[in-house]
C-alpha cells in the first residue's frame, strides 16, 4: 500500500509562495498518476493539479500560478504555489492512483491512496 506524506504548508500573506511535498513510500509504481486536493473548512474537497503519463492538467482556480512536477527517483511530486490568494486557504491533500494515466475531469473517487494534509493559510 501507498503511503503518502505531505509537507511544505505553512502560513503565507497574500501574493506569497509556498511549494507542497508529496513524498511516497512504499511504493513500487514510479510514475503513477498522482494529485493534489484541497479543503477548506464547511467546503467539499476540490481537485487541484495533478500528473501522470500525460501531460499535468490544473483546474482553474490552479491554471497560471500553480505547477506541478515530480522527481521519479525521490517518489515525491512537488506543488509550487505562487501569487496565493486568502481563497486558496484549505487543508491539502496529496492522492495516488494505481495507474501511470490520469482521468479528467478527475474525481476523488478515482485515487486509491490519501495523505494526511498539510494546511496552507493565506492571509490578507
Known amino acids: 500500500q501507498v503511503q503518502l506524506v505531505e509537507s511544505g504548508g505553512g502560513s503565507v500573506q497574500a501574493g506569497g509562495s509556498l511549494r507542497l511535498s508529496c513524498a511516497a513510500t512504499?511504493?513500487?509504481?514510479?510514475?503513477?498518476?498522482m494529485a493534489w486536493f484541497r479543503q477548506a473548512p464547511g467546503k467539499e474537497r476540490d481537485w487541484v493539479a495533478q500528473i501522470g503519463a500525460g501531460s499535468p492538467y490544473f483546474a482553474d482556480s490552479a491554471k497560471g500560478r500553480f505547477t506541478i512536477s515530480r522527481d521519479n527517483a525521490k517518489n515525491t511530486v512537488y506543488l509550487p504555489m505562487n501569487s496565493l490568494k486568502p481563497e486558496d486557504t484549505a487543508m491539502y491533500y496529496c492522492a495516488a492512483r494505481d495507474s501511470r494515466w490520469c482521468s479528467y475531469p478527475p474525481t476523488a473517487l478515482d485515487f486509491t491512496s490519501w495523505g494526511q494534509g498539510t494546511q496552507v493559510t493565506v492571509s490578507s
Open positions: 512504499n511504493y513500487a509504481y514510479s510514475g503513477a498518476c
